[in-house]
């Protein structure tokens, strides 16, 4: 703020500039403030914190969503290896999982004594006689004879569980982990009763969570069966694809090298060897399938958000978490230094292209400023969350979701240029595709004539490929989508070190820049105080879960159940 400020005063008459400086002097003496009182506010709560994801502090739990990535990597080792055999196995993985939501399929050989409920505590013996827990994955009635169990996981993302199979053992390449998995036969202990079972732990132990489950579960979880359906974003892309399951189809085709059947958007994959099959695969399971279903949890912590309440959002803000965990994965590391596979990979793969890393995004390394915008969106929703500020959620949230689609913008004219320019062949074609196939539906919401001519140079198959007219096509609709020229930035050229011919970043409209600034300034500072009301809030609250409240009352009755 004081570099904007400083900045801003350069360009002011002098008379301006006085006003300037004491604008300066209150910013910066409130951000001395702010930086005190959120060091003051993180050592206190810090015994309370989950792992962090890429330096984002969740509210709970959700090191075995943020695995969903090790699916990822496991599907792409596999079609790597570029054979029909390994696409299969590809597929395997990808429909069945193995790194997310595992469960045991046993069957007991003693039907329950009584009914369970969903939750309910499981315990058994590993192969070497240690203890393995677990929880009944749904209801059962007394009588039942076969249960899913859930593994427990834990907060260590580099062990948050230890049983991890599905399709994994179809690779043959020891990619499954049978260390906490309950061993093949013994006792199960439910509700204080031991029930003998039986089942075999290579193929019985599977998994609830799946990179395909994303895109064949979205027409109830984001179309028709939920408070906010049918999700903006979502109906985009059902809209123009004409298919609720538009991503699963694009993946599914991509593998088997068959025709997609949309109403818009189709791809033949038979005129793509194993080559652009792979691209077109790996890419729709990371910037189609995971892409909406971020978006997905972003809106059921909506949903669920109770408006004023500061005791009651913990549901809302565990989805929340989830969004962040998809977006980034486990590969990212608490820090964000990892390599990942999903959608912060693919930020800061293209920032280093367009030449916007960095907090100022004007370097070529380092993490994009995609990825500092949304990280500080992802926090700033989750405490609106947090204290029920939910219309300030919802605005937040659709924040997040314009910034979002910008890698997806610059992989698709990144790949226009290779094609058009580079004299790209097949790879970088069948990656053209793909990325115009994941950012098609929304630019088609914003101008169809513009959707129009990008899938005509970057369809499967296209005669011949424009990128001047891909550009321009994108750059008309920047406006709708919520994002600008600078955001997106320009294709770098490392050679000449410079932009190449034809692809700087396209000019923003001026704004009255000199009139409103100090406004600006002001309001932020102001924001940046409601951010540290938020913040203290989300402080006592923790203490409030420590039994160590800030203000303590003579309050005897508690009868009152808090949920």
Not at 43 to 58: K, N, T
Not at 59 to 79: F, G, K, P, Y
Not at 230 to 240: I, K, S, W
Request: hydrophobic share 35%; with cysteine; proline share 3%.
């Amino acid at each position: 703020l004081t570099h904007v400020v400083a900045t801003t005063q350069q360009k002011q008459p002098p008379a301006k500039q006085a006003t300037m400086a004491i604008v300066k002097s209150i910013a910066v003496a409130f951000l001395a403030a702010q930086a005190a009182s959120a060091a003051t506010l993180r050592a206190q709560h810090r015994q309370l914190s989950f792992v962090e994801i890429a330096g984002y502090e969740p509210n709970s739990q959700v090191t075995d969503h943020a695995a969903i990535d090790l699916d990822q990597a496991a599907m792409e080792s596999q079609l790597a290896l570029r054979t029909e055999e390994s696409f299969d196995v590809a597929k395997m993985i990808y429909q069945d999982g193995g790194n997310s939501k595992s469960y045991a399929q046993i069957v007991l050989q003693t039907p329950l004594a009584g009914s369970i409920g969903k939750g309910a505590k499981i315990h058994g013996k590993n192969d070497e006689g240690k203890t393995i827990t677990a929880k009944a994955l749904d209801d059962y009635s007394s009588g039942a004879t076969q249960i899913r169990a859930q593994y427990d996981t834990t907060d260590d993302q580099d062990q948050y569980v230890q049983c991890q199979v599905g399709a994994l053992p179809e690779a043959k390449s020891n990619l499954e982990n049978t260390v906490g998995c309950f061993t093949n036969s013994s006792n199960l202990k439910i509700d204080g009763t031991e029930y003998p079972y039986s089942y075999n732990p290579l193929v019985d132990n599977n998994n609830e969570r799946t990179i395909a489950g994303f895109s064949t579960g979205a027409m109830k979880k984001m179309y028709s069966d939920c408070p906010g359906c049918p999700y903006v974003d979502y109906e985009y892309y059902y809209n123009y694809y004409g298919a609720f399951d538009y991503a699963n189809q694009w993946v599914l085709s991509a593998m088997d090298g068959s025709r997609t059947n949309f109403n818009n958007g189709n791809a033949d994959f038979s005129k793509f060897s194993l080559i652009g099959r792979e691209e077109a695969a790996k890419k729709g399971t990371a910037y189609m399938s995971i892409f909406m279903y971020v978006i997905r949890e972003f809106e059921d912590a909506l949903d669920d958000c109770k408006e004023n309440c500061i005791n009651c959002n913990d549901d809302p803000v565990h989805a929340w978490d989830e969004g962040v965990a998809f977006y980034t994965g486990s590969m990212e590391g608490s820090d964000g230094s990892g390599d990942g596979k999903l959608l912060h990979g693919l930020a800061d793969k293209r920032c280093s292209d367009f030449s916007n890393c960095g907090t100022r995004g004007d370097s070529r390394t380092g993490t994009a400023k995609v990825n500092y915008d949304l990280f500080d969106l992802f926090a700033l929703g989750q405490h609106q969350l947090l204290v029920g500020n939910c219309a300030a959620a919802r605005t937040t949230k659709e924040k997040i979701v314009d910034i979002m689609y910008i890698p997806l913008i610059q992989g698709t004219i990144r790949y226009a240029y290779k094609v058009d320019k580079l004299q790209g062949a097949e790879k970088e074609k069948a990656e053209g595709a793909v990325f115009a196939a994941a950012i098609l539906p929304r630019i088609h919401a914003a101008n169809p004539n513009a959707a129009e001519k990008i899938y005509n140079s970057m369809k499967v198959g296209a005669s011949s490929t424009s990128f001047n007219a891909v550009k321009s096509a994108f750059e008309s609709t920047y406006r709708n989508l919520g994002i600008t020229c600078k955001q997106v930035g320009g294709l770098w050229n490392d050679a000449t070190g410079s932009y190449y011919e034809g692809a700087s970043p396209c000019k923003d409209a001026s704004t009255k820049a000199n009139k409103g600034t100090a406004g600006i300034i002001v309001g932020s500072v102001f924001a940046g105080i409601a951010v540290i009301a938020v913040g203290a809030v989300f402080f006592m609250r923790r203490r409030e879960i420590q039994g160590k409240p800030v203000f303590e009352t003579t309050q005897v009755d508690e009868s009152a159940d808090m949920n």
